[in-house]
Structure formats: structure tokens, C-alpha cells
Nanobody, 123 residues
Framework: QVQLVESGGGLVQAGGSLKLACAASGRTFSSYIMGWFRQAPGKEREFAATISSSGGSTYYADSVKGRFTISRVNAKNTVYLQMNSLKPEDTAVYYC????????????????WGQGTQVTVSS
């Protein structure tokens, strides 16, 4: 089973940017569909973005489309989430995950989770 470690979270003002990274263990990273999810206080975990194993296809939640970009470098076993034009409502713990499909975005179907990284956007 792959192990995932997120980094790059922090405190940023509204309108600012952050880039999250998720490093994966194991030799089979390039075969995994990957995704980023987030969970705000008192709310359910929700998907933000997914990316195919090759990186050629991506899928975004409406709430982040046009502002966030998911990417991956398979040679580095790493998936990224570039977040621009951040809003206070983007404040959440962000998790990376391995997925069963590009459009299979229910948190209940996720096979592996990282420990999460906190993103706080001040107004």
C-alpha cells in the first residue's frame, strides 16, 4: 500500500497562492490515479481535483476550477496542487489520496490517505 505525505500548507492572505506537494512511497506511483481532497471545520471531506496516472487528464470541483491546478511528476513520485486566487472559504486541511477512477470522487472510496496539511486563508 502506498504511503502519502503532504507538505506546503500555511497561512496566506486572500488572493494569494500556495503550492501543495504530496510525496508517495513505492515503485508503482505512476500507476495510481491521484487526487486532492479538503475538509473544513465542521464539514465533510470533499474532493478538489483528480489527475490520471499519466497526468494527461484532470478533473476539478466547480468550487476550485480555474483557480487550482493539479499536476504530477512520476519520476519524483509527487503530485502537486497549485492554488491561486485563494479565498477564505478555501481554508481547510488538504489531503492527497489514491483513487479508483478519475471521476470516482467520493471520499468513501479512497484507498489511501495522507496525513493532511493545513491551509488557512485570511480575509
Amino acid at each position: 500500500q502506498v504511503q502519502l505525505v503532504e507538505s506546503g500548507g500555511g497561512l496566506v492572505q486572500a488572493g494569494g497562492s500556495l503550492k501543495l506537494a504530496c510525496a508517495a512511497s513505492g515503485r508503482t506511483f505512476s500507476s495510481y490515479i491521484m487526487g486532492w481532497f479538503r475538509q473544513a471545520p465542521g464539514k465533510e471531506r470533499e474532493f478538489a481535483a483528480t489527475i490520471s496516472s499519466s497526468g494527461g487528464s484532470t478533473y476539478y470541483a466547480d468550487s476550485v476550477k480555474g483557480r487550482f491546478t493539479i499536476s504530477r511528476v512520476n519520476a519524483k513520485n509527487t503530485v502537486y496542487l497549485q492554488m491561486n486566487s485563494l479565498k477564505p472559504e478555501d481554508t481547510a486541511v488538504y489531503y492527497c489520496a489514491t483513487l479508483r477512477g478519475l471521476y470516482v470522487t467520493s471520499p468513501h472510496t479512497v484507498a489511501s490517505w495522507g496525513q493532511g496539511t493545513q491551509v488557512t486563508v485570511s480575509s
